[in-house]
């Protein structure tokens, strides 16, 4: 199995504080993936990252904001968390964009 | 726009043979992905196609048909672990991944 570590694994916090959650990988993979998975729609990505300090927008950026410093860590920001961002968060490597994702285990987090 | 279609949800006898479809419109291809997600875990990487024919790993095979815009996963020998979601997921033109909603597999003994 990939070497992949979520942070927190689960989190409740109140609207308008702001949320950090960080994807952690051993496997020194270029590319790194935020997804956030809601019943219904499937795997929607957020963020992704093809190397340090480099990062690109996703289908559902809005709200959110990441950054890449190591290769091995990639964070994601919820700058100030909505009820609407309650969800499974995912985090994701691959080799390349055309390889295989190998995900991590999940944070769930609750927005009250 | 791009979509990717699945059945929502299957039902399947333990120790018989079903196939999940997939359809896609994309703009453009350069693969496709079979996932399997158990309730509460992560995806787990299964298959993948980017030539036509069939892909064939132990009880399952993954199938591509590029002009028909179509795949299917073929689960054989059925066991009660298989009750799972099973994600297609396309790699378009511009090398985003492109996922479907998923189909529900349940297995009944």
């Known amino acids: 199995d990939a070497g992949i570590t979520q942070s927190p694994r689960h989190k409740v916090t109140e609207t308008g504080t702001p949320v950090t959650l960080r994807c952690h990988q051993t496997?020194?993979?270029?590319?790194m993936y935020w997804y956030r998975q809601d019943p219904g729609h499937g795997l929607r990505l957020i963020h992704y990252s093809y190397g340090v300090k480099d990062t690109d927008k996703g289908e559902v950026s809005d709200g959110y904001s990441v950054s890449r410093s190591k290769t091995e860590d990639f964070l994601l920001t919820l700058e100030s968390a909505t009820s609407s961002q309650t969800s499974v968060y995912f985090c994701?490597?691959?080799?390349?964009?055309?390889?295989?994702?190998?995900f991590g285990p999940g944070t769930r987090l609750t927005v009250t | 726009g791009q979509n990717i279609d699945q059945p929502t949800e299957m039902t399947a006898t333990e120790g018989a043979i079903v196939q999940i479809n997939c359809t896609y419109q994309?703009?453009?291809?350069?693969?496709l992905f079979w996932y399997q997600q158990h309730a509460g875990e992560a995806p787990t990487f299964l298959s993948y196609?980017?030539l036509d024919g069939l892909e064939e790993k132990g009880r399952f095979s993954s199938f591509l048909s590029r002009s028909k815009g179509y795949s299917y996963l073929l689960l054989k020998e059925l066991q009660m672990k298989d009750s799972a979601s099973y994600l297609c997921a396309v790699i378009d033109s511009n090398y985003q991944l492109i996922w479907g909603a998923g189909t529900k597999l349940i297995i009944k003994p």
């Open positions: 496997e020194n993979h270029r590319y």
């Open positions: 196609n980017v």
């Open positions: 994701a490597i691959s080799e390349s964009e055309e390889n295989e994702q190998y």
């Open positions: 994309t703009s453009g291809f350069n693969g």
